[in-house]
């Protein structure tokens, strides 16, 4: 069975940029979360959707923006990227019931110069 | 792939021994525990779970106690081999729809 799938794998932007990052869910899991990791930390929450719906909201600002699709698809957008924004975006997903494991992609490593 | 291990506290066990990975969590409220592995390149890997209404659970080879009294969680590998070395993460879930606050990690490294 596929895991959680998101592309693409590597990005690199200039500051300014949007960039818009993607990522399909196990088959079957209606919730989908993002996370930002930064290198030596662990990962930091941004957003959580299910059934379309954002369910939550880390502390990130207000250019970080998401959206999920009818097949439960996700995408992440990040507008006037800074060079902070440096990391690797993980997606997970559940099924969306409380305490349910989240089940994580392998993430997009964005690099911003 | 990078090291996700950067200036993380490590572990070193030998091959076959067991390894107590440690972690300490902050809000007495979480209702929900989770282990993950990663390794370098790769997003995390769960590993076992376990409920504010439990004390102990087990998986292959690994075992997860909760101490909800000092808000402390450990994860035992049974024959630490080779493969497990990683940096291996604990979070608690807050509130009921499942938000994931992870801890800063710890690197294991296996060594022959």
């Known amino acids: 069975d596929a895991g959680v799938t998101q592309s693409p794998t590597h990005l690199i932007k200039t500051r300014g940029q949007q960039v818009t990052l993607r990522c399909s869910p196990i088959?079957?899991?209606?919730?989908v979360s993002w996370y930002q990791q930064v290198l030596g930390q662990g990962p930091q929450f941004i957003f959580q959707?299910?059934?379309?719906?954002?369910?939550g909201r880390g502390n990130f600002p207000d250019r970080f923006s998401a959206r999920q699709f009818p097949n439960y698809s996700s995408e992440l957008n990040v507008n006037a990227l800074l060079l902070g924004d440096s990391a690797l975006y993980l997606c997970?997903?559940?099924?969306?019931?409380?305490?349910?494991?989240?089940?994580f992609g392998d993430g997009t490593r964005l690099s911003i110069l | 792939g990078e090291s996700v291990g950067l200036h993380l506290p490590t572990l070193s066990v030998q091959e076959g021994d067991n390894s107590i990975i440690n972690c300490a969590y902050s809000?007495?409220?979480?209702?929900?525990f989770i282990w993950y592995k990663q390794e370098s390149g790769k997003g995390p890997q769960f590993i076992i779970d376990i409920r504010s209404n439990m004390d102990k659970r087990q998986g292959q080879r690994v075992t997860v106690l909760l101490n909800k009294t000092v808000k402390h969680l450990s994860l035992q590998i049974a024959a630490t081999q080779p493969g497990d070395s990683a940096v291996y993460f604990c979070?608690?879930?807050?509130?009921?729809?499942?938000?994931?606050?992870f801890g800063a990690g710890t690197q294991v490294v296996v060594t022959p």
């Open positions: 959707y299910y059934e379309k719906e954002e369910r």
């Open positions: 809000n007495s409220a979480s209702d929900y």
């Open positions: 088959s079957g899991h209606k919730s």
């Open positions: 979070a608690e879930g807050l509130g009921s729809w499942g938000k994931l606050q």
């Open positions: 997970a997903s559940s099924s969306g019931l409380s305490n349910q494991p989240q089940h």
